[in-house]
T-cell receptor, first 106, second 115 residues
Framework: GDSVTQMEGPVTLSEEAFLTINCTYT??????LFWYVQYPGEGLQLLLK?????DKGSNKGFEATYRKETTSFHLEKGSVQVSDSAVYFC?????FGSGTKLNVKP | EAGVAQSPRYKIIEKRQSVAFWCNPI?????LYWYQQILGQGPKLLIQ????????DSQLPKDRFSAERLKGVDSTLKIQPAKLEDSAVYLC?????????????FGPGTRLTVT
């Protein structure tokens, strides 16, 4: 069946550092890929998505490119802020990764 | 636009008791999902509805869990009898369509503690 594997956390970075959270998937067909974020005390919300190979999703300075050849959808941000501290989930429609907690220190 | 509503927000019960959760999706969203999220893990799909029909309940422990979506709008998830390992956050989500390109909108969740 479909599955998602994402890097374990927590990830701790200083403000303005570069962020990468790795995500790889196993799926049949041509799935859509999503990153959801859960800020402290809040519910899950969509961060970005890509619906076909080579698509790049972007939002709030975050980007992820749907790579079919490597079955990956890594999340990147060039300069993180303290307000980006949250748990990030990679998802393949209804199948979610285990989440990666990001802590950004001032 | 109102978001996905869930109640109650918190529930504490003893093992072998029963509990029910309620969800009201975003208006016009045909697809409704129930997830179980254990602390430190990602959400795990329990059941997916398309209007008032079940699309996927392959991971629902049917000996103790049940769910319904009457009239294709609100939904309830019930656990009877509860076990200690059912302690988790139960998330409801909805989407416009079950086509894979549509994102899900999540409610705040119900945190269940079974003692």
């Amino acid at each position: 069946g479909d599955s998602v594997t994402q890097m374990e956390g927590p990830v701790t970075l200083s403000e303005e550092a570069f962020l990468t959270i790795n995500c790889t998937y196993t799926a049949t067909g041509y799935p859509s890929l999503f990153w959801y974020v859960q800020y402290p005390g809040e519910g899950l919300q969509l961060l970005l998505k890509a619906t076909k190979a080579d698509d790049k999703g972007s939002n709030k300075g975050f980007e992820a490119t749907y790579r079919k050849e490597t079955t990956s959808f890594h999340l990147e941000k060039g300069s993180v802020q303290v307000s980006d501290s949250a748990v990030y989930f990679c998802a393949l429609s209804e199948v979610f990764g285990s989440g990666t907690k990001l802590n950004v220190k001032p | 636009e109102a978001g996905v509503a869930q109640s109650p927000r918190y529930k504490i019960i003893e093992k072998r008791q029963s509990v029910a959760f309620w969800c009201n999706p975003i208006s016009g969203h045909a697809t409704l999902y129930w997830y179980q999220q254990i602390l430190g893990q990602g959400p795990k799909l329990l059941i997916q509805f398309q209007n008032n029909g079940v699309v996927d309940d392959s991971q629902l422990p049917k000996d103790r869990f049940s769910a319904e979506r009457l009239k294709g709008v609100d939904s309830t998830l019930k656990i009877q009898p509860a076990k200690l390992e059912d302690s988790a956050v139960y998330l409801c989500a909805s989407s416009f369509s079950r086509d894979r390109g549509y994102e899900q909108y999540f409610g705040p969740g119900t945190r269940l503690t079974v003692t």
